[in-house]
């Protein structure tokens, strides 16, 4: 039972790049999140989903894109890359709202 | 827009001591998180709190929640050099799945 894992686990960027952030779970967990945290700072959420086709813009949702076609999978989309971007971004799952939350390893991310 | 404060920011503190860090938010929630983070690592769960008047405890950690004054509380009992991190509060607004963090409070025990 891995648990939420996220890949890759560094990655830096050149500006005006596209790529995603990949993020599995194993526990049939209908809840996922994304989450990036700045420097210093606490969690601030881009998307989550509450199932499978089902997506919602999170506080900062600008500049990202996502889908959910399976259970399992969680992909987060960048697309033209800005310095802004850089950050460490986190994808966590859950059962259901009200539950906890489990969180993957990040991925830091650095665009220059 | 919720609002989520936590204080102290920083917090030093001597081992065998006793603090409570706060958390406070500005609208109806109906979910509570607390959540542990060591430096360049991920979040660690510690409690999910879902009720007014819930209490929760695991070793020297205590949580508990008053939704009528938005206010829930991390008390630390004989702090202990391994309880070094940040932790971070996290609020869900009622009839919403989104959860909304507090800017996190460092904690740094010293003997």
């Known amino acids: 039972n891995a648990g939420v894992t996220q890949t890759p686990k560094f990655r830096i960027l050149k500006i005006g790049q596209s790529m995603t952030l990949q993020c599995t779970q194993d526990m049939n967990h209908n809840y996922m999140y994304w989450y990036r945290q700045d420097p210093g700072m606490g969690l601030k959420l881009i998307y989550y989903s509450v199932g499978a086709g089902i997506t919602d813009k999170g506080e900062v949702p600008n500049g990202y894109n996502v889908s959910r076609s399976t259970t399992e999978d969680f992909p987060l989309r960048l697309e033209l890359a800005a310095p802004s971007q850089t950050s460490v971004y986190f994808c966590?799952?859950?059962?259901?709202?009200?539950?906890?939350?489990?969180f993957g390893p990040g991925t830091r991310l650095t665009v220059t | 827009e919720l609002k989520v404060e936590q204080n102290p920011l920083f917090l030093s503190m001597q081992e065998g001591k006793n603090y409570t860090i706060y958390c406070n938010y500005s609208t109806t929630s109906d979910r509570l998180y607390w959540y542990r983070q060591d430096p360049g690592k991920s979040l660690e769960s510690l409690f999910v709190l879902l009720s007014n008047g819930a209490v929760k405890q695991e070793g020297r950690l205590m949580a508990s929640l008053d939704t009528k004054a938005r206010l829930s509380t991390l008390h630390i009992t004989a702090a202990v050099h391994d309880l070094s991190a940040t932790y971070f509060c996290?609020?869900?607004?009622?009839?919403?799945?989104?959860?909304?963090f507090g800017t996190g409070t460092r904690l740094q025990v010293f003997p």
């Open positions: 966590a799952s859950s059962a259901s709202s009200g539950t906890t939350q489990y």
């Open positions: 996290a609020v869900g607004p009622i009839n919403t799945d989104k959860l909304i």
